[in-house]
């Protein structure tokens, strides 16, 4: 039996930051869907609607992420998609979308069960594919799809009667744009305007409204999630020209300058998804990879990793078997790739680890109480 000796060498102290994604649940409670609506609200993950096979009204929530109650599988307002939610005044709210027409209703509920309808006409035409944040004590809704592109921005101080803040703003007509709430101001980044577009408008009023960049570092999309977290905006996959499904992260401090986090991150590169902060982590669900998904992930964002210099460790690598020997024994160990993608989990038996898979490279090691860097070598 041929054996041959493979080298794994732990490199210099140096302080690393890389950013890691664990999997919640491959198949939540919820069916796969895209499309949908999702919050943070009672200390709860909640998914409302969105395209299954076909338009749902179903209303979900989690404390955890793996285990998810259906409050309601059949909510008074009608079956969308590309809809908007936000949490506003104690409640959740339900605004417009799409039902087969284009809507501009708007609901309400204290619990996500029992729902009320805003009796009144809303002035905001009807529309799928915008935005809504909570900003200055006002509901605001920003954008969208309406027969045409939209860039008009209205406020509201009740969800009940609605001000038009602006008809027109700066940043081109556009839907399957993100928008959040950072630093004082509403944030727009990316979306479609008929072209897929990378820039970020900030405003502090919802009237003027400045462009932080034309061309932020990340590739032009549509359909992406954002975030606030760690004091930064965070952008999550999405779509781009060329067709090309994305995972990954990008975060900026100002809004001007981005810096990848993540080329390629553990969850299937999608579009159509969600991202929430809630548990102080970021969190990924949904969504479209080729097919719908109702898979969730959550990250703390990156860890700082201090390597300690410690000596050379030499380990025998079997070539038949494909098995290392290690003298330590562990309950785990990931292996991620330079991108932070999570390449293999291995249980040890009988201080045996089986790389059947793994190619030769740079890796993370994370086990019960350590992580290093690592090149194998073969």
């Not at 493979?6 to 895209?34: E, K, M, N």
């Not at 179903?58 to 955890?64: A, H, K, N």
């Amino acid at each position: 039996m041929r054996v041959v000796r493979l080298l794994i060498a732990l490199l210099p102290t140096i302080l690393y930051a890389q950013l890691f994604w664990i999997c919640a649940t491959q198949q939540a409670g919820w069916s796969a869907r895209q499309k949908f609506a999702s919050a943070v609200f009672q200390n709860k993950l909640w998914v409302l609607g969105g395209q299954e096979v076909t338009r749902k009204n179903d209303v979900w929530y989690s404390e955890d992420g793996i285990n998810w109650i259906c409050a309601t599988s059949q909510a008074p307002w009608t079956a969308r998609r590309g809809h908007a939610v936000c949490v506003f005044q104690n409640k959740l709210w339900v605004l417009g979308g799409y039902d087969g027409i284009r809507r501009n209703d708007v609901w309400f509920s204290e619990d996500g069960v029992n729902w009320t309808m805003v009796p009144f006409t809303i002035p905001w035409i009807e529309r799928e594919y915008h935005t809504a944040v909570v900003f200055n004590n006002k509901l605001w809704i920003l954008g969208g799809y309406t027969g045409t592109f939209s860039n008009d921005v209205w406020y509201s101080e009740d969800g009940i009667n609605w001000i038009c803040a602006t008809s027109q703003a700066p940043w081109t007509a556009r839907y399957w744009h993100a928008a959040v709430v950072f630093a004082h101001h509403i944030w727009i980044l990316g979306g479609s305007d008929g072209t897929l577009k990378n820039d970020v408008w900030a405003s502090s009023d919802g009237i003027n409204w400045y462009c932080a960049t034309n061309n932020a570092g990340w590739i032009p999309r549509r359909s992406h999630s954002a975030v606030v977290y760690d004091n930064k905006i965070w952008i999550l996959g999405g779509i781009s020209a060329t067709g090309t499904r994305l995972n990954d992260v990008w975060v900026s401090e100002n809004g001007t300058t981005w810096t990848c986090l993540s080329e390629s991150s553990a969850w299937s590169a999608r579009y159509e998804h969600n991202s929430q902060v809630y548990d102080n982590k970021v969190w990924v669900f949904g969504g479209y990879d080729g097919a719908r998904r109702n898979d969730v992930w959550y990250t703390t964002g990156p860890s700082a990793i201090n390597e300690e210099p410690i000596k050379r460790a030499e380990i025998y690598y079997n070539n038949k078997t494909k098995c290392l020997n290690v003298n330590s024994q562990v309950s785990y160990i990931n292996l991620y790739t330079l991108s932070g993608r999570l390449a293999k989990t291995i249980t040890p038996q009988n201080n045996k680890i089986f790389l059947n898979e793994l190619k030769a490279g740079v890796y993370f090691i994370k086990t019960d109480s350590i992580t290093k860097k690592i090149v194998i070598l073969h």
